[in-house]
């Protein structure tokens, strides 16, 4: 409900994809990359393993979701969630 109320519509399948959107979009994907870069340094290993597992249980959901029940592999995304 809360999700309703609040951000439905924002930048999502029921409005149109305006020029913000886009640059949010562009914005977090460019920020997921670097994080996914900062994993793979290997520098402050506990901090980034953390972070690691955060986006592995939104990557659970994301897959369960869909109808997968496995460890969640591949690159993270924003689909479908766009992060909730």
């Not at 520098?43 to 393993?49: L, R, V």
């Given at each position: 409900m809360h999700w309703m109320n609040?951000?439905?519509g924002y930048c999502g399948p029921f409005k149109y994809q305006s020029e913000?959107?886009?640059?949010?979009?562009s914005y977090l994907e460019a920020n997921l990359g670097w994080m996914e870069e900062q994993m793979g340094k290997g520098?402050?290993?506990?901090?980034?393993?953390q972070v690691r597992l955060a986006l592995l249980q939104l990557k659970g959901l994301?897959?369960?979701?869909?109808?997968?029940?496995?460890?969640?592999r591949g690159r993270f995304t924003?689909?479908?969630?766009?992060?909730l």
């Open positions: 609040t951000m439905v913000y959107c886009e640059k949010l979009r520098e402050d290993p506990e901090y980034w393993h994301e897959d369960s979701y869909n109808g997968r029940l496995d460890f969640p924003l689909s479908p969630f766009g992060f």
